[in-house]
């Protein structure tokens, strides 16, 4: 079972560095660094908070807008020193 701070971290990730939101997505090989990466994303697709693409060729994913508010406080509740970061 992936941790919540694992969680957090990969939404931070996608939230800060490329703006990944509704229909923005990355590439999951850009997520290599995780170690239970497809665990994560089972478990946040399942909550509605990760939107996955599947595409020929690679697999994308972006944060759902819909819970914009949830995650950021998710994100800043496991990671406090990101608080105030994330728009």
Same mark, same amino acid.
């Given at each position: 079972?992936?941790?919540?701070?694992?969680?957090?971290?990969?939404?931070?990730?996608?939230?800060?560095?490329?703006?990944?939101?509704?229909? +923005?997505?990355?590439? &999951?090989?850009?997520?290599?660094?995780? $170690?239970?990466? %497809? !665990? =994560? /994303?089972?478990?946040?697709?399942?909550?509605?908070?990760?939107?996955?693409?599947? +595409?020929?060729?690679? &697999?994308?994913?972006?944060?759902?807008? $819909?819970?914009? %508010? !949830? =995650? /950021?406080?998710?994100?800043?509740?496991?990671?406090?020193?990101?608080?105030?970061?994330?728009?």
């Amino acid at each position: 079972m992936a941790s919540d701070l694992e969680k957090a971290q990969l939404m931070s990730v996608l939230a800060r560095s490329k703006g990944n939101w509704g229909g +923005k997505y990355d590439r &999951t090989e850009h997520f290599k660094r995780f $170690q239970n990466l %497809k !665990e =994560i /994303i089972k478990e946040l697709s399942k909550q509605g908070w990760l939107i996955v693409y599947n +595409k020929p060729g690679f &697999t994308g994913i972006s944060l759902n807008t $819909q819970f914009k %508010k !949830e =995650i /950021i406080e998710f994100i800043e509740r496991e990671m406090p020193h990101l608080r105030g970061i994330i728009k």
